[in-house]
Every structure is written in C-alpha cells, then in structure tokens.
T-cell receptor, first 115, second 114 residues
Framework: GAVVSQHPSRVICKSGTSVKIECRSL??????MFWYRQFPKQSLMLMAT?????????EQGVEKDKFLINHASLTLSTLTVTSAHPEDSSFYIC???????????FGPGTRLTVT | AQTVTQSQPEMSVQEAETVTLSCTYD???????LFWYKQPPSRQMILVIR??????QNATENRFSVNFQKAAKSFSLKISDSQLGDAAMYFC???????????FGTGTLLAVQP
C-alpha cells in the first residue's frame, strides 16, 4: 500500500518561534496533499488542500499567514507554523492522494507542543 | 454543505461479540464515497471500509460490513467477532468530487472488553 511519512513525529518549541513539519509520499506521486489538525479526543479538521506547484486552498477560519503550506514537489509538502503560540499545540496530520485517485493515504501525524 | 454525524461518542463490546456503530450524513452531491476509518492509540488513520454511493450492495471487508441506506442517508458499521485489537476511535467520513475533501464525523470510541 501507499506510504506517507511525517517528520518530526513530535516537536516542542518555544512561543514565538516557527516550526516546520514535513509530509512525504514515499512510493507514489502525490498531486494533492491535505493538512488536518486534531485536538485531543476530537475529530480531524481540514486546514488546507494543496496541489503540487499551486498555492494551497485554506479552509475558512484558518490563518494562511500563520500556517504556511508549500507543496513544491510531487512527494513533499511542508506545513510551517509561524510565531507559534500555546494554542497552536495540537496533533497535525497530513494525507496524500495521487493523480485521478480518490483515496487519501494518511501520515502518522506530528504532535506539536508550544511552551 | 456536507455534514457527518456520529451520535455515539462511546461504545463497548465484549470480545467475540458484534457491535454496530452509527453514522448519518447530509450531502448535496450525487456522486460521493463514504468511509469508516479507525484511529488506534498510535493515532495512525487506517481505512477500514469504503462504500461508493452508486453501489447498492453493502461493502464488506472480512469482519467489517456496512449497512448503507442511501435514502435515509445512513451508513452504519458492523464489526463481527470483535477482537481486542479493534479497540480504537472510529470515524465515519464523506468524500464528494465537487468539494474534493473528506468530511469527518466526531468519532466513536470503541472499547473491547475481554
């Protein structure tokens, strides 16, 4: 099956700093990648959709200047949380989908803690 | 807008018994997919089963089957012969080609009692 990795799996950063999370499709070309946020014991909330080589489409209420998404290649998308604050602490999950496919393959997630 | 509702925050089942998780949805799309995902304590999302809306036959995957009632917009998951490894959070999800995104329900936490 298709494999998606995320790095790092856990990250702790200080308030006011920025942190980058990588999402990679290891054995297929991901024309579309999705970024989700999940609070404890809650569901996955879609933050943004990115297509390779294009600007990401953000969901309503998601600050695009705070959550910078880059999908520069068919195997890599990055989410940068800029000027992180404690309320940004959450579990971030990416998923990837190939051209003309409906199924999304999920990464293992990244736990971000902002102190 | 598409919505997915899971009315059972928590469920419990005895090992080897059968349990049914409920899901209802609302959609404006005529062509869509429905899914059940499992999220164990590791937090890795695992696809359990999918149903194409145009198919009348209910999907089955080994011990997992669905009861898809299109007119009622209901999509329940039945787990037969429950195993300890089935304990997890289960999310129902809707995908439509027009919106191009997965919409998740709030989840049902399933406990399996030995």
């Amino acid at each position: 099956g298709a494999v998606v990795s995320q790095h790092p799996s856990r990250v702790i950063c200080k308030s006011g700093t920025s942190v980058k999370i990588e999402c990679r499709s290891l054995d297929f070309q991901a024309t579309t990648m999705f970024w989700y946020r999940q609070f404890p014991k809650q569901s996955l909330m879609l933050m943004a959709t990115s297509n390779e080589g294009s600007k990401a489409t953000y969901e309503q209420g998601v600050e695009k200047d705070k959550f910078l998404i880059n999908h520069a290649s068919l195997t890599l998308s990055t989410l940068t949380v800029t000027s992180a604050h404690p309320e940004d602490s959450s579990f971030y999950i990416c998923s990837a989908r190939g051209q003309g496919r409906w199924e999304q393959y999920f990464g293992p997630g990244t736990r971000l803690t902002v102190t | 807008a598409q919505t997915v509702t899971q009315s059972q925050p928590e469920m419990s089942v005895q090992e080897a018994e059968t349990v049914t998780l409920s899901c209802t949805y609302d959609t404006s799309e005529s062509d869509y997919y429905l899914f059940w995902y499992k999220q164990p304590p590791s937090r890795q999302m695992i696809l359990v089963i999918r149903q194409e809306a145009y198919k009348q036959q209910n999907a089955t995957e080994n011990r997992f089957s669905v009861n898809f009632q299109k007119a009622a917009k209901s999509f329940s998951l039945k787990i037969s012969d429950s195993q300890l490894g089935d304990a997890a959070m289960y999310f129902c999800a809707h995908y439509g080609g027009a919106t191009n995104k997965l919409i998740f329900g709030t989840g049902t936490l399933l406990a399996v009692q030995p």
